[in-house]
């Protein structure tokens, strides 16, 4: 017969695990974005970026009317400065002095000139795991997986770049660009699955996304 202290410990663990996986099925991982991933220029497959860790801030104070506490909501107005009217959004526009004249732009003119790249993630090359260093992380990584439901064979072909670069001992650098930032240039560092003897994932398989500094 097994020791009545050992069968409590192994159902206090189980129990353990069977609440944990419970919380993580509650609190469901919600995707940052999905984007193309660029392997080569006729090559690209679909995946999605989470957020594992995320420094928590305080709130935004809000403001609230003295008489009746009720919040308020903030409005800016444009004003033209020879009539006094209040001016609408397609009367407003931007301009560049170019030839001692005013060139007019349109909004669809400035976010074009703003858009340096589509957004996706670009890969750059591959380094030495070697080369990383711990203070390179000096914020919060993104989570990339695979997105097979955006693209068929998306599994496929992420699995065996990430089990190629991990048999390598390699990262990849890639170039990461998104609708409401510039381009920044991350580290992709390969993760495997990993499993406990219960068989209950402990780590999926994907890349955790290294924002470098001073790029």
Not at 5 to 11: A, Y
Not at 23 to 39: C, D, I, N, W, Y
Not at 163 to 171: A, E, I, Q, T, Y
Request: aromatic share 10%; hydrophobic share 35%; proline share 6%.
């Amino acid at each position: 017969d097994e020791d009545p202290g050992v069968l409590k410990e192994r159902m206090t663990c189980r129990f353990e695990d069977l609440r944990s996986q419970l919380r993580s099925r509650q609190f469901k991982k919600r995707a940052v974005g999905t984007l193309p991933f660029v392997l080569t220029p006729k090559l690209q497959i679909a995946v999605k970026l989470y957020v594992l860790c995320k420094e928590q801030k305080k709130d935004a104070p809000s403001w609230l009317d003295a008489r009746t506490n009720q919040p308020l909501k903030t409005r800016t107005s444009w004003i033209c400065e020879d009539t006094g009217a209040e001016l609408q959004d397609h009367q407003i526009q931007t301009y560049h002095v170019y030839g001692g004249e005013r060139v007019m732009l349109s909004k669809d003119d400035m976010a074009q000139i703003k858009t340096i790249a589509e957004p996706a993630i670009t890969l750059m090359g591959f380094k030495s795991q070697e080369r990383m260093r711990d203070y390179y992380n000096y914020r919060s990584a993104y989570f990339m997986y695979p997105d097979e439901g955006s693209m068929i064979g998306s599994n496929v072909a992420f699995h065996s770049l990430l089990l190629k670069m991990d048999v390598k001992k390699k990262f990849a650098l890639a170039r990461l660009t998104s609708k409401r930032s510039q381009p920044r240039f991350v580290a992709l560092w390969p993760q495997r699955e990993v499993r406990d003897d219960e068989q209950v994932q402990r780590a999926p398989p994907g890349f955790h996304v290294i924002f470098l500094p001073y790029a």
